[in-house]
């Protein structure tokens, strides 16, 4: 009850200090410029500058300049009007978020009034105001690549963006911001990115460089701001469709031919056993070894138990039964489903008992679907006297397969957003939005002991929402502010082996003296596993998570156009979190093993900055200061590290007895320093550098786990106290335009990560304290090139290419594990002084897109269908990573191999109409168009079969003479070549459907907007 009533008046606080604001995104930019008379080239004052449709205008002083803040992004028509001259309009004026766009004017004297001429504006090529890497798209240009129909994957396209992983940060290092609103899930510290492709308006993903607005962030910012409703309707939808097919290469895991069913339904060796058959010795040592079903059989037969008898016959369709196996009419090979009838029973007869049609449930058989619809408005009947309140709703909903079986045929993402907007007066604009978002998943999706038991794979849904409240306020044409309030939930609920039904029991099926019910489907709690030491029931799905957060944010921001060469901000945020943790390991055939971690904490945080963006013709820059202050709200244990508390005696009243102290919480000051500097019309050079914090997951701040129970005690705990995670930044890049048609982008950067959390850990002299904890140990340094070309205009092709080169050294600080014994200490426990060594992966992505004009070749019925038809190509390429190979033993080589390059060229085709104000297109998209094909290091049985593939391979490293005396043939391979005429000499791994797994496969869409 105190935290709440400390909230209360924190937020009493907050919202007395008005004006003192925030942390919020930018979602607006400003247009300024300058009007001259064109004759004499003097500056002309008093000019009545306006956006046309629009409130929005300046006037120019005396000096001929003007401005216009808190512009919308979006593509404007610009006036300059005055009497006695002619009027201009510029169309295209393309604004962006937190950018300065220059629009200059040359007004012609004039009798007549009402005289009024339009250009349009000359497209800006290089930003000029920008001081650092950053990506601006509109939803257009994100939606005319290939295979991208959501903001992750855009992302994933950008230079130096790889995973997820912004110049080498995780996404727990991002930020994500809608309309200024924070939508993160504040316990995992990372982005919800929910918001729909069809309600992008705009989307900014800055690298580095962040102004001094932006806290908690140390990698990136993915700012996106998102469309409104208006006078007129208007809407879209985005139909995607996916052919049901394999994920991957190979017989599919049913097929009694794939590496794992082969040597138990193979006739060649099935009953008499892999080394009695006949399969070479070859084909032998790279397959699983069985001794026949004959030997199965008789092992029951032996016994004096008549119960378990069964003939060879009936123990490998057993086999058929429980690994619901396909038929194979060249090895006479009955199917699951065959069974039934020849074991006296019917498929229709299994229905009714299991409401299934088929034992046998193939995978691959499903297609896959997005479906992206939107409209937006003005709300009928009542809207005009609520401010002319407009709306725009989107809806999203994503179903793709796994690539193995588990409990559920399909992932499925959900994503609901809505907005509305009441425009008080001219001055005021209140805005009230939502999102809200479902995922059902299973827990895995991948080939592992539960392949041929999907309820192995437990269900699992996760839900997240957003509500957010915002006001502005245009106090004069130079000063403005924002209010921004949300509130963010979600919630994990993971139910374990809980969230499948119970296996029936009911006989279906006898073998011999084996009655077999439904296995493998749902969940048997009997402990069992088959010949081939696949889990048909047990330990699975033990794992259960009924955790969430709730987090308030509210923020404060203030702008002022000082003068025309200051443009001031300054904010305040404030962030409280309701964060709940409940986790368990639950397995039902062995409770005693149960165990849990429960904790619920409330931290919040405080944020202020001031910032300055000075413009002058030949320096932009962009001067700021923040402080941050976290607390983490509670009190912690202050025992010995090596207390008896610690020990599994006193683990059921270690967080009730404990001694305990209030956490410590930080303050921290931010520099942030960018500048911009024009170097000639078409090239600048810019600069930025600042210090970047952002918070520790709350699983390293506040975890408490146990072992098992009465065996041990804690073993592990977080710390609430651990420093804010540190990086300091630099960039030095530049800019040029090229023929006013090309922007090439060069930038490097230098970041200097420290006070990351590692985990450490205390051990007593006996061990019967033993837990591990975390302390900001970790640092890294990253430092890295980026190479941008591109061509965002043409009548023909336009297109970019990327290319992104970084490498990076880490490691850790102190001690591994700190031992009560002093001199166990001295010899053992430091943390590996050998950092790691930097090793490249460069990557390059290249966009190609030829399009032909609207009105290219003859006309059908209004319709010209050669015209607006594109082409897009997507190429990929990245450099294969690095291991260690050692086949002497020498204990000299680490890293000595690199795998070879991936790359992929995925294709789009598209066509376009356009029938009045409707515009419909259609295209086909080609994912890995060429079938390019890389192994994947899961299609290796195990450690021999690895080995067995590098030693065929001739490699330059056996040019020594000890190499070849070992029987290693030397020559131009490298890691990822196969096997192949020119190279049959190459063992490639054993398990096939798992070797390659990007298989071509074909997308078709459909998006039709108004």
Same mark, same amino acid.
């Given at each position: 009850?105190?935290?709440?009533?400390?909230?209360?008046?924190?937020?009493?606080?907050?919202?007395?200090?008005?004006?003192?604001?925030?942390?919020?995104?930018?979602?607006?930019?400003?247009?300024?410029?300058?009007?001259?008379?064109?004759?004499?080239?003097?500056?002309?004052?008093?000019?009545? !500058?306006?956006?046309?449709?629009?409130?929005?205008?300046?006037?120019?002083?005396?000096?001929?300049?003007?401005?216009?803040?808190?512009? #919308?992004?979006?593509?404007?028509?610009?006036?300059?009007?005055?009497?006695?001259?002619?009027?201009?309009?510029?169309?295209?004026?393309?604004?962006? !978020?937190?950018?300065?766009?220059?629009?200059?004017?040359?007004?012609?004297?004039?009798?007549?009034?009402?005289?009024?001429?339009?250009?349009?504006?000359?497209?800006?090529? !290089?930003?000029?105001?920008?001081?650092?890497?950053?990506?601006?798209?509109?939803?257009?240009?994100?939606?005319?690549?290939?295979?991208?129909?959501?903001?992750?994957?855009?992302?994933?396209?950008?230079?130096?963006?790889?995973?997820?992983?912004?110049?080498?940060?995780?996404?727990?290092?991002?930020?994500?911001?809608?309309?200024?609103?924070?939508?993160?899930?504040?316990?995992?510290?990372?982005?919800?990115?929910?918001?729909?492709?069809?309600?992008?308006?705009?989307?900014? +993903?800055?690298?580095?460089?962040?102004?001094?607005?932006?806290?908690?962030?140390?990698?990136?910012?993915?700012?996106?701001?998102?469309?409104?409703?208006?006078?007129?309707?208007?809407?879209?939808?985005?139909?995607?469709?996916?052919?049901?097919?394999?994920?991957?290469?190979?017989?599919?895991?049913?097929?009694?031919?794939?590496?794992?069913?082969?040597?138990?339904?193979?006739?060649?060796?099935? *009953?008499?056993?892999?080394?009695?058959?006949?399969?070479?010795?070859?084909?032998?040592?790279?397959?699983?070894?069985?001794?026949?079903?004959?030997? !199965?059989?008789?092992?029951?037969?032996?016994?004096?138990?008549?119960?378990?008898?069964?003939?060879?016959?009936?123990?490998?369709?057993?086999?058929? *039964?429980?690994?619901?196996?396909?038929?194979?009419?060249?090895?006479?090979?009955?199917?699951?489903?065959?069974?039934?009838?020849?074991?006296?029973? $019917?498929?229709?007869?299994?229905?009714?008992?299991?409401?299934? $049609?088929?034992?046998?449930?193939?995978?691959?058989?499903?297609?896959?679907?997005?479906?992206?619809?939107?409209?937006?408005?003005?709300?009928?009947?009542?809207?005009?006297?609520?401010?002319?309140?407009?709306?725009?709703?989107?809806?999203?909903?994503?179903?793709?397969?796994?690539?193995?079986?588990?409990?559920?045929?399909?992932?499925?993402?959900?994503?609901?957003?809505?907005?509305?907007?009441?425009?008080?007066? =001219?001055?005021?604009?209140?805005?009230?939005?939502?999102?809200?978002?479902?995922?059902?998943?299973?827990?895995?999706?991948?080939?592992?002991?539960?392949?041929? /038991?999907?309820?192995?794979?437990?269900?699992?849904?996760?839900?997240?929402?957003?509500?957010?409240?915002?006001?502005?306020?245009?106090?004069?044409?130079?000063?403005?502010?924002?209010?921004?309030? =949300?509130?963010?939930?979600?919630?994990?609920?993971?139910?374990?082996?809980?969230?499948?039904?119970?296996?029936?029991?009911?006989?279906?099926?006898?073998?011999?003296?084996?009655?077999?019910?439904?296995?493998?489907?749902?969940?048997? +709690?009997?402990?069992?596993?088959?010949?081939?030491?696949?889990?048909?029931? %047990?330990?699975?799905?033990?794992?259960?998570?009924?955790?969430?957060?709730?987090?308030?944010?509210?923020?404060?921001?203030?702008?002022?156009?000082?003068?025309?060469?200051?443009?001031?901000?300054?904010?305040?945020?404030?962030?409280?979190?309701?964060?709940?943790?409940?986790?368990? @390991?639950?397995?039902?055939?062995?409770?005693?093993?149960?165990?849990?971690?429960? /904790?619920?904490?409330?931290?919040?945080?405080?944020?202020?900055?001031?910032?300055?963006?000075?413009?002058?013709?030949?320096?932009?820059?962009?001067?700021? &200061?923040?402080?941050?202050?976290?607390?983490?709200?509670?009190?912690?244990?202050?025992?010995?590290?090596?207390?008896?508390?610690?020990?599994?005696?006193?683990?059921?009243?270690?967080?009730?007895?404990?001694?305990?102290?209030?956490?410590?919480?930080?303050?921290?000051?931010?520099?942030?320093?960018?500048?911009?500097?024009?170097?000639?019309?078409?090239?600048?050079?810019?600069?930025?550098?600042?210090?970047?914090?952002?918070?520790?997951?709350?699983?390293? &701040?506040?975890?408490? $786990?146990?072992?098992?129970?009465?065996?041990?005690?804690?073993? %592990?705990?977080?710390? #609430?106290?651990?420093?804010?995670?540190?990086?300091?930044?630099?960039?030095?890049?530049?800019?040029?335009?090229?023929?006013?048609?090309?922007?090439?982008?060069?930038?490097?950067?230098?970041?200097?990560?420290?006070?990351?959390?590692?985990?450490?850990?205390?051990?007593?002299?006996?061990?019967?304290? =033993?837990?591990?904890?975390? @302390?900001?140990?970790?640092?890294?340094?990253?430092?890295?090139?980026?190479?941008?070309?591109?061509?965002?205009?043409?009548? /023909?092709?336009?297109?970019?290419?990327?290319?992104?080169?970084?490498?990076?050294?880490?490691?850790?600080?102190?001690?591994?594990?700190?031992?009560?014994?002093?001199? @166990?200490?001295?010899?053992?426990?430091?943390?590996?002084?050998?950092?790691?060594?930097?090793?490249?992966?460069?990557?390059?992505?290249?966009?190609?897109?030829?399009?032909?004009?609207?009105?290219?070749?003859?006309?059908?019925?209004?319709?010209?269908?050669?015209?607006?038809?594109?082409?897009?190509?997507?190429?990929? *390429?990245?450099?294969?990573?690095?291991?260690? /190979?050692?086949?002497?033993?020498?204990?000299?080589?680490?890293?000595?191999?690199?795998?070879?390059?991936?790359?992929?060229?995925?294709?789009?085709?598209?066509?376009?109409?356009?029938?009045?104000?409707?515009?419909?297109?259609?295209?086909?998209?080609?994912?890995?168009?060429?079938?390019?094909?890389?192994?994947?290091?899961?299609?290796?049985?195990?450690?021999?079969?690895?080995?067995?593939?590098?030693?065929?391979?001739?490699?330059?490293?056996?040019?020594?003479?000890?190499?070849?005396?070992?029987?290693?043939?030397?020559?131009?391979?490298?890691?990822?070549?196969?096997?192949?005429?020119?190279?049959?000499?190459?063992?490639? #791994?054993?398990?096939?459907?798992?070797?390659?797994?990007?298989?071509?496969?074909?997308?078709?869409?459909? @998006?039709?907007?108004?």
């Amino acid at each position: 009850m105190l935290k709440h009533v400390k909230l209360m008046v924190i937020l009493a606080l907050v919202f007395c200090l008005g004006v003192s604001a925030l942390l919020t995104a930018a979602t607006t930019g400003k247009i300024s410029g300058k009007v001259t008379d064109v004759s004499s080239g003097e500056p002309l004052a008093g000019v009545n !500058v306006i956006i046309a449709g629009t409130s929005m205008g300046g006037a120019t002083d005396i000096d001929g300049d003007y401005f216009i803040i808190n512009v #919308p992004p979006g593509t404007y028509t610009v006036e300059a009007r005055m009497i006695g001259y002619t009027t201009l309009a510029k169309s295209g004026v393309n604004v962006n !978020v937190d950018r300065t766009i220059t629009v200059d004017f040359t007004l012609t004297q004039t009798v007549l009034e009402g005289q009024e001429v339009t250009v349009v504006a000359e497209r800006e090529i !290089v930003p000029m105001d920008v001081s650092a890497s950053h990506v601006v798209a509109s939803v257009e240009e994100m939606t005319e690549i290939p295979f991208v129909q959501d903001i992750g994957e855009f992302l994933n396209l950008q230079v130096g963006v790889e995973n997820d992983m912004i110049r080498g940060g995780g996404l727990d290092q991002t930020e994500f911001m809608m309309d200024g609103l924070m939508v993160v899930d504040n316990r995992t510290n990372q982005p919800l990115m929910m918001v729909n492709l069809s309600a992008v308006q705009e989307i900014n +993903i800055i690298k580095g460089g962040f102004n001094a607005e932006y806290g908690n962030v140390r990698s990136g910012l993915i700012n996106v701001v998102t469309k409104e409703g208006g006078q007129n309707y208007f809407g879209s939808v985005d139909f995607r469709f996916s052919p049901a097919r394999y994920k991957h290469e190979g017989y599919n895991i049913y097929d009694p031919r794939n590496f794992y069913l082969r040597p138990y339904l193979d006739p060649a060796v099935c *009953w008499v056993g892999t080394a009695n058959g006949t399969w070479s010795q070859e084909y032998q040592e790279e397959n699983i070894t069985f001794g026949g079903w004959n030997a !199965v059989s008789a092992a029951t037969l032996a016994t004096d138990d008549p119960t378990d008898d069964k003939t060879p016959e009936e123990a490998r369709d057993r086999f058929i *039964w429980q690994h619901r196996s396909q038929a194979y009419d060249d090895w006479n090979v009955p199917g699951a489903n065959d069974l039934l009838a020849k074991y006296g029973s $019917s498929l229709a007869a299994y229905e009714a008992a299991t409401g299934r $049609s088929s034992h046998e449930d193939p995978y691959g058989d499903k297609p896959e679907w997005n479906t992206d619809v939107s409209l937006g408005g003005p709300i009928p009947f009542v809207g005009k006297y609520l401010g002319d309140l407009n709306f725009f709703a989107s809806y999203r909903i994503n179903k793709e397969t796994y690539t193995f079986p588990t409990s559920r045929d399909y992932s499925t993402e959900q994503s609901t957003q809505i907005k509305l907007i009441s425009r008080l007066s =001219s001055s005021m604009k209140l805005t009230l939005e939502g999102l809200y978002g479902a995922t059902a998943g299973a827990d895995g999706g991948g080939f592992g002991r539960g392949a041929y /038991w999907p309820a192995y794979y437990a269900k699992w849904n996760r839900y997240s929402s957003m509500i957010g409240f915002s006001f502005d306020h245009v106090l004069s044409p130079s000063t403005f502010y924002n209010v921004r309030i =949300s509130t963010i939930e979600s919630a994990t609920v993971n139910d374990g082996w809980e969230s499948h039904e119970v296996r029936d029991l009911t006989t279906l099926i006898t073998f011999g003296a084996d009655e077999e019910d439904e296995i493998p489907y749902n969940y048997g +709690i009997q402990y069992g596993a088959i010949e081939d030491q696949f889990l048909m029931s %047990g330990e699975g799905s033990t794992n259960k998570d009924h955790s969430r957060v709730s987090t308030l944010n509210v923020k404060l921001d203030l702008t002022s156009q000082m003068d025309k060469y200051n443009q001031f901000k300054t904010g305040f945020e404030f962030n409280y979190d309701d964060l709940s943790t409940s986790t368990a @390991r639950d397995i039902p055939c062995q409770p005693d093993l149960y165990n849990s971690v429960k /904790w619920t904490h409330f931290p919040y945080r405080l944020g202020a900055y001031l910032q300055d963006k000075l413009e002058f013709e030949g320096m932009i820059a962009n001067l700021g &200061m923040r402080l941050d202050y976290n607390n983490p709200n509670c009190d912690w244990y202050t025992v010995d590290p090596f207390s008896d508390y610690f020990k599994a005696s006193y683990a059921s009243v270690f967080q009730s007895d404990a001694p305990k102290e209030p956490a410590k919480g930080q303050f921290k000051i931010s520099p942030r320093l960018g500048i911009s500097h024009p170097i000639s019309e078409d090239a600048k050079l810019y600069f930025n550098y600042g210090h970047f914090y952002s918070m520790p997951s709350s699983n390293d &701040m506040y975890r408490i $786990s146990y072992g098992r129970p009465g065996v041990a005690g804690v073993t %592990g705990i977080g710390n #609430p106290s651990a420093y804010l995670e540190k990086t300091v930044a630099y960039e030095l890049g530049v800019e040029y335009n090229i023929g006013n048609m090309f922007l090439l982008h060069l930038a490097g950067y230098y970041k200097d990560v420290t006070d990351q959390t590692g985990s450490i850990r205390f051990q007593n002299y006996d061990g019967s304290v =033993s837990y591990s904890t975390f @302390r900001n140990t970790n640092y890294e340094d990253i430092r890295g090139f980026e190479l941008r070309f591109e061509k965002r205009w043409g009548d /023909w092709i336009t297109g970019w290419v990327n290319y992104d080169y970084m490498v990076s050294t880490s490691g850790d600080t102190g001690r591994a594990t700190y031992y009560d014994d002093y001199f @166990r200490n001295l010899l053992e426990g430091l943390q590996d002084p050998d950092v790691e060594r930097p090793l490249p992966r460069p990557s390059l992505r290249a966009n190609v897109m030829v399009r032909t004009p609207n009105d290219l070749g003859p006309a059908i019925g209004g319709i010209h269908p050669l015209g607006d038809i594109s082409v897009s190509f997507l190429l990929t *390429w990245r450099a294969g990573s690095y291991m260690t /190979w050692d086949p002497l033993n020498t204990l000299e080589l680490e890293n000595n191999l690199q795998w070879k390059g991936a790359r992929y060229i995925d294709i789009r085709i598209n066509k376009r109409l356009r029938v009045g104000r409707f515009n419909f297109e259609f295209f086909a998209d080609i994912n890995n168009a060429l079938n390019d094909k890389y192994i994947s290091t899961g299609g290796f049985r195990d450690n021999d079969d690895r080995d067995d593939y590098y030693r065929s391979l001739h490699l330059p490293m056996y040019e020594e003479q000890a190499y070849q005396d070992a029987g290693l043939t030397a020559g131009d391979d490298k890691l990822g070549d196969v096997k192949s005429d020119d190279k049959p000499y190459i063992n490639m #791994p054993n398990i096939n459907f798992l070797t390659f797994m990007n298989p071509r496969s074909v997308t078709l869409g459909f @998006r039709f907007n108004f």
